[in-house]
């Protein structure tokens, strides 16, 4: 096994089969449903989550996960033979999950622990991690696995389409008033990652016309390091994938579901597509 772990939050929305696969450990947040609090991936799957979000009750809220929770997967990695770890969290925009990591890895000493934010979340933040595993596994130690992810946050890029913005308007991720223009208007957003914080990038008339500009704009920064696409509920998600045929990327393109904590924020029929560009080619401006 290799001597750094690879830590992460479950706003990754790293499938079960890539978890372990990377021998990635997944610390999860929680989300509420009025009174009712459930661990994301271990008491409530995608799945489940977006069932239960087709229903009439409250819309869904999530928590960071607690200090004690990042010591004890911090822990694990020591039990498992872990040298050294490097936890990769979700935005510090968006949750207080990096704030817990941080908390954590100053008050733990049975190996060294890094926390690097991200900036990211869904399979941004998934991409980050595969990457920093593969780097461990190769035999990388944690200054170089470290300093490899610090190089890569600021190439990674999600661009998304979302089903409609009652979820983001209630979740105090976007601008109310825009939020209700938008309604009114039947403008289908696409938003973007913007310095680790979710933010419209350009407003399109119909879903078609919104998922067509999104492809376009992965496609004009191929070719790519790494690419995944993230299936929130959608109707559409064939076609999604069959726009994104024929990109050039260095590993393949892999799909997952959009899970419960981006998901809260994001409702259902939303897509999001995560990906890398390769050093040489990055352009400034984006996802920082």
């Known amino acids: 096994m290799p001597g750094v772990h690879i830590v992460t ?20 947040l929680t989300i509420r449903f009025g009174d009712e609090e459930l661990e994301d991936r271990r008491q409530l799957s995608p799945a489940e989550f977006w069932d239960r979000c087709k229903g009439k009750g409250a819309l869904p809220e999530t928590a960071a996960p607690s200090p004690g929770a990042f010591q ?27 704030a817990s990591a941080v908390t954590a890895a100053d008050t733990f000493s049975a190996a060294p622990v890094r926390v690097l934010d991200t900036y990211s979340l869904t399979m941004g933040q998934g991409l980050l991690a595969i990457a920093a595993a593969e780097d461990a596994a190769a035999g ?16 990674t890029r999600i661009y998304g389409v979302i089903g409609g913005l009652e979820h983001l308007q209630r979740g105090g991720r976007i601008g109310g008033a825009r939020a209700l223009v938008g309604s009114l208007l039947n403008i289908k957003p696409v938003i973007q990652l913007k310095d680790g914080e979710v933010a419209e990038e350009s407003k399109q008339r119909t879903r078609t016309k919104a998922l067509a500009y999104m492809a376009d704009k992965v496609r004009a920064d191929a070719p790519l390091e ?50 890398i560009v390769p050093a040489s080619g990055g352009r400034s401006g984006s996802a920082g």
């Open 226 to 275: 790494r690419i995944a696409v993230a299936d929130g509920a959608c109707d559409d998600f064939p076609a999604v994938l069959a726009a994104l045929e024929g990109i050039a990327t260095e590993h393949p393109l892999l799909p997952v579901e959009l899970g419960p904590v981006v998901g809260t924020h994001a409702g259902p029929n939303t897509v999001g597509v995560c990906y």
């Open 140 to 155: 990388a130690g944690l200054d170089d696995v470290v300093a490899a992810t610090e190089d890569r946050i600021p190439r």
């Open 72 to 98: 004890a997967a911090y822990q694990q990695a020591v039990d498992e033979g872990a040298e050294a770890v490097l936890c990769l969290t979700i935005s510090s925009k968006v949750s207080g999950t990096y």
């Open 9 to 28: 939050d479950s706003a990754c929305d790293l499938s079960d089969q890539l978890v372990k696969e990377h021998n990635i450990l997944i610390v999860p």
